[in-house]
């Protein structure tokens, strides 16, 4: 029901305005998890009936980006669209960092997996 921010002046400046987004894991609905790449792909379990439909991946134990899927942009096998949130950067719709997969999605053998790399994800059915 709290969090923290301490006193850095980058995340709690005085005067400022910030926004959080908190998430939750509902059953059957949403998911926040973690996993350890594995180099190859990798399906995620996130108990849901027929997929993800947005995925939001952050690799936590070295530099990498916010990467946003989701099912209006297309999330296949092969190539996804994908956005990043902390860049201006465009879509970019080269890569294939995830693939559908039944209960969840997958992680491919790409920046999204790399063998002993720790990831956090939020997705929604």
């Known amino acids: 029901t709290q969090f923290s921010l301490g006193s850095n002046g980058g995340i709690n400046e005085s005067g400022q305005t910030y926004i959080a987004y908190l998430f939750a894991s509902v059953d059957g609905v949403s998911k926040v998890g973690s996993y350890t790449g594995n180099g190859s792909t990798q399906n995620i379990d996130c108990g849901f009936s027929s997929g993800a ?6 690799r936590t134990d070295s530099t990498g980006g916010w990467w946003v899927f989701d099912t209006e942009r297309g999330i296949v096998s092969g190539n996804d669209p994908l956005i990043y949130l902390h860049t201006t950067l465009a ?31 939020y997705a929604i059915a």
Not at 101 to 121: K, L, Q, R, W
């Open 53 to 58: 439909r947005f995925v939001l991946i952050k």
């Open 91 to 121: 879509e970019n719709t080269s890569l294939d960092f995830i693939d559908p997969y039944s209960s969840g999605f997958a992680v491919t053998a790409t920046s999204s997996n790399v063998s002993g790399g720790s990831y956090i994800f």
